[in-house]
């Protein structure tokens, strides 16, 4: 089993930036791909972006390309999301999840996080 604590979220100004972090319990967590969601209100949740296990392999969606950027740390069970030239439109609440499946996928995370929230002002 895998539990997820995200931290890192807060109020910043347009084209400011931010880095996420999610840290994972339990001795398997390099055995899972790693993904970052985002969920505003009153829309469904999104995938922002994965990344495979061994961190080979990153994925992106389109909104977040070029600005955003996901890697992790194995070594200290944490995965990270780093977010520069913000948005209005990025204010979600941002959750990392793991999955032993499909990285773009949603279906296939098996455990999330809370959340953490971000808020982008214009």
């Known amino acids: 089993q895998v539990q997820l604590v995200e931290s890192g979220g807060g109020l910043v100004q347009a084209g400011g930036s931010l880095r996420l972090s999610c840290a994972a319990s339990?001795?398997?967590?390099?055995?899972?791909?790693m993904g970052w969601f985002r969920q505003a209100p009153g829309k469904e949740r999104e995938f922002v972006a994965g990344i495979r296990w061994m961190g080979s392999s990153t994925y992106y969606a389109d909104s977040v390309k070029g600005r955003f950027t996901i890697s992790r740390d194995n070594a200290k069970n944490t995965v990270y999301l780093q977010m520069n030239s913000l948005k209005p439109e990025d204010t979600a609440v941002y959750s990392c999840?793991?999955?032993?499946?499909?990285?773009?996928?949603?279906?296939?995370?098996?455990?999330w996080g809370q959340g953490t929230q971000v808020t982008v002002s214009s």
């Open positions: 339990g001795p398997t967590f390099n055995t899972y791909s």
């Open positions: 999840a793991a999955t032993r499946g499909v990285v773009l996928e949603t279906a296939t995370y098996r455990y």
